[in-house]
C-alpha cells in the first residue's frame, strides 16, 4: 500500500509558477514510477508527466513540454512538479499517482492515487 498526499496548489497569474509536491508512504518509494496527472471541470483525468522509479528517465504531454520539470527525492519519499509560465488552460486539479515498475502514460498503469491539489491560473 502507498498512500500520496499532494500539496502545492493554488492561484496564480498567468506567466507564474507553482511547485507541486506528493509526498508518499507505505512501501518501498523507489519502486514507484510517479506520474502527475489533472483534470478540469467536464474533462476527462489526462497525463501530464512521468518519472521512472528509477528516477533516470522522464517523460511529459506535449502541452507542457518545456514549462513543466517533474523530479524526485527517494530518500524524502517525495515527487514534485515545478510549473513554470502557466497558462489559463493549465487550471484543473493535479493528481498524482504511483505504479510499481512500470512505465506508462496510462491511467490504468497506476495503482495508487493522491486527493489532489486545485491548481487555478488567472489570466
Known amino acids: 500500500q502507498v498512500q500520496l498526499v499532494e500539496s502545492g496548489g493554488g492561484l496564480v497569474q498567468a506567466g507564474g509558477s507553482l511547485r507541486l509536491s506528493c509526498a508518499a508512504s507505505?512501501?518501498?518509494?523507489?519502486?514507484?514510477?510517479m506520474g502527475w496527472f489533472r483534470q478540469a471541470p467536464e474533462k476527462e483525468r489526462e497525463f501530464v508527466a512521468v518519472i521512472h522509479w528509477s528516477g533516470t528517465g522522464t517523460d511529459y504531454a506535449d502541452f507542457v513540454k518545456g514549462r513543466f520539470t517533474i523530479s524526485r527525492d527517494n530518500a524524502e519519499s517525495t515527487v514534485y512538479l515545478q510549473m513554470n509560465s502557466l497558462k489559463p488552460e493549465d487550471t484543473a486539479v493535479y493528481y498524482c499517482?504511483?505504479?510499481?515498475?512500470?512505465?506508462?502514460?496510462?491511467?490504468?498503469?497506476?495503482?495508487?492515487w493522491g486527493q489532489g491539489t486545485q491548481v487555478t491560473v488567472s489570466s
Open positions: 499517482a504511483a505504479g510499481a515498475f512500470v512505465w506508462s502514460r496510462f491511467k490504468s498503469g497506476y495503482g495508487y
Open positions: 507505505g512501501r518501498a518509494f523507489s519502486r514507484y514510477t
